[in-house]
Structures are given as C-alpha cells and as structure tokens.
C-alpha cells in the first residue's frame, strides 16, 4: 500500500482542528486512496485535549488514518511533514494593538517557518489559516529559506466559498453553477470578491454587476464581514466552514482546479496585477500538477483597482509593521 501522507496540524486542540482532523483522517484531504499519518502540534496546555481528540480519532477506525502523533515542539511537529496546516495563532484581545498582534504571532509563526526549514519533506506545502493569515504566512516564508516561498499560502477560500453562496442565492442557481470568482488581497474586512470576471450558468454576470447597490452595500461587506456576523449568532468563531475551506484549498492545490475555473488563495506576489513582489496577497489562481499559478490577463476595471489597492496598502502596511520588529 501506499506511503502514508505526513499532515501535520497546528492548534489540533482547537475549534477549527476539532472540525479539521476528522475529515483529513477520512481521506477527504487528499483522495481516497491515500492514507495519512496526523502529526498534531500544540502548546503544551493543548496536549491534553489534542490526546483526547486523538482518542476520537482512533475510535472512527478510519481506514486510512496510518498513526497519530502529538507534539508541543514545532522541530518534532514539522519533521517529515508533507502538508502543514497552520491553524493555531494568537488572537487579539481586548485593548491589543495590531503591532502587538504581529508580535505574538511572529512568536509562533517564526519558529513554525524554522522548524519547517529544517525538517519537513521536499515536497512540504504550508496552508496557514491562522490570523492574520496572510502576514503569518509570510513570517514563516522567510524563516524557510530553503523551501521555495511557493509552498506557502494564506487561506482566502472560505471567503471565496462565502461569495460563492451569495452570488449564487442572488441569482437563483445552484453553487455549483457560480465559477471565476475572486477574492484579492488580504483576509481582512478590507479583501475584495470580485464578481466581474465571474460566471453565472455559464454567461456573465451583466446584471449583478450592474446593481451597484447590492454589489456595494450588500454583496461585498456581507462577505467581508462574514466572520463578525457568524460570530454574533452562534457566539463563537467559523469553525467547521473554516476546516472546510482548509480542506478544498489543499484538495485543489494538490490534486488541481477544475477545468474552466479558478479558486482564491494567498499567495507570494510575484508583482501580477500591480500587488508588490513578495507580499501575500489572494489572487484568482490555478493549480495544474501542484502548484499554485495566477490567472493572468484578467481586465481590472476601476471599481475594482481601487479595492485591490486598498487591500493590498493594508498588506503593505502589516508587511512594513513586521519588518521593524525584525520578523521577516
Ligand atoms: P481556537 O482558539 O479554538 O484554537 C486555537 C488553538 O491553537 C488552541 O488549541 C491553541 O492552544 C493552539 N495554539 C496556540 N498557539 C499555538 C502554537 N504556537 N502552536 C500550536 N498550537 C497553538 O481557534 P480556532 O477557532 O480554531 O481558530 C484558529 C485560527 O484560525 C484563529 O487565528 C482564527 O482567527 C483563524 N481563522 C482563520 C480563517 C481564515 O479564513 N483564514 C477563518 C476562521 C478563523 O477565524
């Protein structure tokens, strides 16, 4: 049979990792062909928790789940791993500033990119979904100098999913029927879903682009916003929506898109549609054979210019904030 996949997993004791690590251990990460060995990484005060979900684990006696192993130590977490999920993080709290915010995750997402210089696979691809993604995505680029930095990605998809849902309640059709949508920038409430490009059962979304007011004042900050509106009704943060979106973004990244369409995810810049180098940024891509590429030649028209660069001047900003505090 074949060589099990390492996926190791950061924050397992957590919300997301609840909803997460069944569904990579039910094989619907990879395929259903392929078995895994979970590698779950938690702080110390987690490892209980994680042993606990461990035991859930082991008592679905998946078929495809080769072992399960805990750690507290990211060198052990990340060693031999062939996909990382980046998903525990600092969140803000009350009366922190955002340079503070950086700062403790750069605690976390700094010696992440370290361990997994010096110990993951060859083939290692990093999906961080802890916030702020994109910026802690980049943190841990630059402390793996020796994995190409396209093996690391920001997560956008649940915000592309949700736009996905929208587009497809506003036109009456199933989700299935909505491809091409975008989301740009950051994953914040500044991204941008960008529906020109789109298509609805086939054709263009003429009608909704032309309706500026639901594009304007519902459309975009209904997606945007999401989280906070999931938040306020269930009281507690997207969780299982989020494992899902994990899921599809490595699903499609390691066994590719569908013909005629895209996704969205973060990704290093290389200076496509005007987003400086070396930022990451979400942009439409692609994913042939397990990497990652950017939908070129898409006509940005200037209701959209303007808010691709207002994500991206926020991009910049974080990338400017963790740069004078020595993070990348
Ligand atoms: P939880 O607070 O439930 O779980 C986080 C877990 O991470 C905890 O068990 C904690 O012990 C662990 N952890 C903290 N530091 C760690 C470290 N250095 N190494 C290993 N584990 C560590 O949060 P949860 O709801 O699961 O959310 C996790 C992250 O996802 C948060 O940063 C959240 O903001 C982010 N999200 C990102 C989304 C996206 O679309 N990119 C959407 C959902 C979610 O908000």
Redesign the pocket.
Known sequence: SPTPVNVTV????????YALLFRIASGQLLGPDVPVRLRL???P??VK?AEGTAMELDDCAFPLLAGIDIF?N?RE?FDGANIGLL?????RTKGMERADLLEANGG?FKP?GEAINAGAADDIRVL????P?NTNALIAASHAPDVPSSRFS??????HNRALTQVAKRAGVSVDEVRRLTIWGN?SATQYPDIFHAKVAGSPTTSLTADEPWLVDEFIPVVATR?AAIIEARG????AS?AN?AIDHVHDWVNGTREGDWTSAGIVSDGSYGVPEGLVSSFPVVSHGGDWEIVQGLEIGEFSRARIDASVAELVEERDAVRALGLV
Not at 10 to 17: N, R
Not at 87 to 91: D, E, N
Not at 236 to 239: E, N
């Open positions: 950061t924050g397992a004791a957590g919300q997301i990792g990484l938690e702080i005060q987690g928790a507290d990211p977490g998903v525990g993080a600092r969140p976390i992440q961080v979904v802890g916030n993604a920001a997560m956008t998809r649940l915000d994953h989280g507690a943060s997207s969780a989020a979106a």
